[in-house]
């Protein structure tokens, strides 16, 4: 289990979209378009090159693509020898996005939350799905890998084995089945936008089936164990173990003490866990680490069930830290798709 070496940066309030499930969607600074100075920007990216990170993701608040700090920071992580990623809605128009691969992207996280109408509803942003499909495709033509993640939710759920087929038509490099996170101002407002976990076990299920059929890396982020297959327990990353998922990003900005990163690790998942039964009991519960308290209230418990027996397949690493979590050939990655190279 290695640490994430992704030093995540937030750029700016600007956004084109008004999704249904977004983090600061009563945020009074979204769509206001605040930007982050850069100066900020590069001491956290100084910051984390000092811990040990190599990688540089811009992830928001609102979407990276529209800031003017976008080329700074990826030029900034080129002259230190640092990989740049983002994710976006791939929605800002293409010839923007040439330019940042021009400059030296990596790849980009495209936020794909539904297909044709769907995605449209969900950002309430008509042409939403018609300009990210134009990016993809050209991804796909110039041969450059992307990734991709779906949050699921009421208005897409049903569809999610169709949206694995639709990015593996366009050999996705990476795919995250994404579960809503209750926080910050969704704490009265959870069931305007989450699927109860046991309904979206199903369709979960299938769409991982045909990612596994391909040999597609994929990761379940944020799902209880209890509503999986325990087939489908490697690929499910929750808050416990988030800052050893190469593609997340490390939240302590340093990699060289494990030790003190193991530990902030578990107490960011103790924050939003349930502390109680049926996870208190779980024998999974070293790998799930319990699930979202919030999220559970939502749905009366969310008929969570604590798990009795260790699956035969997975008693050589059960009582390891992290033994699930290293099956999975996409935890074994480094965050980084194409080779960076030095700017200087």
């Given at each position: 289990?290695?640490?994430?070496?992704?030093?995540?940066?937030?750029?700016?309030?600007?956004?084109?979209?008004?999704?249904?499930?977004?983090?600061?969607?009563?945020?009074g600074q979204l769509h206001r378009g605040g930007e982050v100075p850069f100066q900020e920007i590069r001491?956290?990216?100084?910051?984390?090159?000092?811990g040990g990170l190599d990688h540089v993701v811009m992830v928001g608040y609102g979407e990276p693509s529209l800031s003017k700090n976008a080329i700074p920071v990826i030029e900034y992580a080129k002259h230190h020898g640092m990989a740049s990623s983002m994710i976006t809605n791939g929605?800002?128009?293409l010839e923007r996005f040439k330019r940042f691969f021009g400059a030296g992207l990596d790849h980009v996280h495209i936020s794909a939350h539904g297909l044709d109408g769907t995605l449209d509803k969900i950002t309430k942003t008509p042409g939403s799905f018609q300009k990210q499909t134009e990016l993809k495709e050209w991804l796909v033509s110039e041969g450059i890998p992307y990734r991709t993640n779906v949050t699921m939710q009421i208005l897409n759920y049903t569809e999610i084995p169709d949206m694995v087929d639709f990015e593996l038509a366009r050999s996705v490099y990476h795919f995250v089945f994404l579960g809503f996170l209750p926080h910050y101002e969704w704490k009265e407002h959870v069931n305007t936008v989450?699927?109860?976990?046991?309904?979206?076990?199903?369709?979960?299920?299938?769409g991982a089936d045909r990612l596994i059929e391909k040999g597609t890396l994929f990761t379940i982020r944020y799902h209880p164990f209890c509503h999986l297959s325990p087939m489908y327990w490697k690929y499910v990353v929750n808050a416990r173990y988030v800052h050893f998922d190469p593609w997340e990003w490390n939240y302590d900005l340093q990699a060289d003490n494990l030790d003190r990163l193991r530990k902030y690790s578990v107490?960011?998942?103790?924050?939003?866990?349930?502390?109680?039964?049926?996870?208190?009991?779980?024998?999974?519960?070293?790998?799930?680490?319990?699930?979202?308290?919030r999220y559970?209230?939502?749905?009366?418990?969310?008929?969570?069930?604590?798990?009795?027996?260790?699956?035969g397949e997975y008693e050589p690493v059960w009582h390891r830290e992290g033994g699930l979590h290293d099956l999975n050939r996409a935890n074994c990655q480094s965050g980084t798709i194409r080779r960076v190279e030095n700017g200087n």
């Open positions: 289990m290695e640490p994430c070496r992704r030093v995540g940066v937030d750029i700016t309030w600007k956004c084109n979209w008004r999704c249904r499930h977004c983090f600061y969607l009563r945020n001491a956290k990216i100084d910051k984390g090159r000092a929605a800002t128009g989450a699927v109860h976990p046991g309904k979206l076990r199903g369709y979960i299920e299938e107490n960011c998942g103790e924050s939003v866990s349930i502390k109680t039964e049926p996870c208190k009991s779980c024998l999974a519960y070293r790998h799930c680490g319990g699930w979202n308290q559970a209230d939502a749905f009366n418990g969310a008929d969570l069930k604590a798990i009795t027996e260790v699956p």
